[in-house]
């Protein structure tokens, strides 16, 4: 079955305390992004990725890391959280940018 | 730069219509629409590429202004798994860096 798969769902941890959430997808689809949901704002791309080793910067990248070593992994890294990361989080994945995005269920991230 | 959606939300019966906009100050490529229902993912709907036709799917349909760069999102007959937020991404050209969604329009139906 064709997905895109992250872990955790659920997250509750401290600020500071580094942590990852992992995206991996079994299309071997080129494109992947993160995307941070929180009420009013919409869906806010975090950063992105054309193909193995090609990351860049979306919208919202502060406090964020991303690596891209394997096509279908595609790990966000929070270094130090802080509390204005807790929020809704998905991983997503297409052939192209432009073409059908396919989203994992997402995590929700708590930061006290 | 965030597209803009209107409205905010809207509540209908059903079997009642409505009509959700997409507004972007720059020229577009594409736009894209998703809707999320729930607690769960956004799931695609349609796709209306620069110079295409409007799209439809079961009595959802879409139309792509592009002079306006303007989309809009047209919802007949609504039932109640219409229920969810709708979101827009606008694309600037042919495979470009990225997919920049709107804030979305949540849309509830009673019964």
């Known amino acids: 079955e064709a997905q895109v798969t992250q872990n955790p769902r659920y997250l509750i941890t401290v600020t500071g305390k580094k942590l990852t959430v992992t995206c991996s997808q079994n299309m071997n689809h080129e494109y992947m992004s993160w995307y941070r949901q929180d009420p009013g704002l919409g869906l806010r791309q975090i950063y992105y990725?054309?193909?193995?080793?090609?990351?860049d910067k979306g919208d919202v990248p502060e406090g964020y890391k991303v690596s891209r070593k394997e096509k279908r992994n595609f790990p966000l890294i929070l270094e130090s959280p802080s509390p204005n990361q807790t929020s809704l989080y998905f991983c997503?994945?297409?052939?192209?940018?432009?073409?059908?995005?396919?989203f994992g269920a997402g995590t929700r991230l708590s930061v006290l | 730069q965030q597209p803009v959606q209107s409205p905010q939300a809207v509540i209908l019966r059903e079997g009642e219509d409505a009509v959700i906009n997409c507004s972007s100050s720059?020229?577009?490529?594409?736009v894209h629409w998703y809707r999320q229902k729930h607690g769960e993912a956004p799931v695609f709907l349609m796709i209306l590429l620069k110079g295409g036709e409007q799209k439809g799917h079961e009595k959802i349909s879409a139309s792509f202004n592009e002079k306006k760069q303007q989309s809009s999102l047209y919802l007949t007959a609504s039932q109640l798994s219409y229920s969810g937020t709708y979101f827009c991404?606008?694309?600037?050209?042919?495979?470009?860096?990225?997919?920049?969604f709107g804030t979305g329009t949540r849309l509830q139906v009673f019964p």
């Open positions: 990725s054309m193909n193995v080793e090609v990351t």
């Open positions: 720059k020229a577009l490529y594409s």
């Open positions: 997503a994945s297409s052939t192209l940018s432009g073409n059908i995005q396919y």
């Open positions: 991404g606008t694309e600037r050209a042919y495979n470009t860096d990225k997919l920049i």
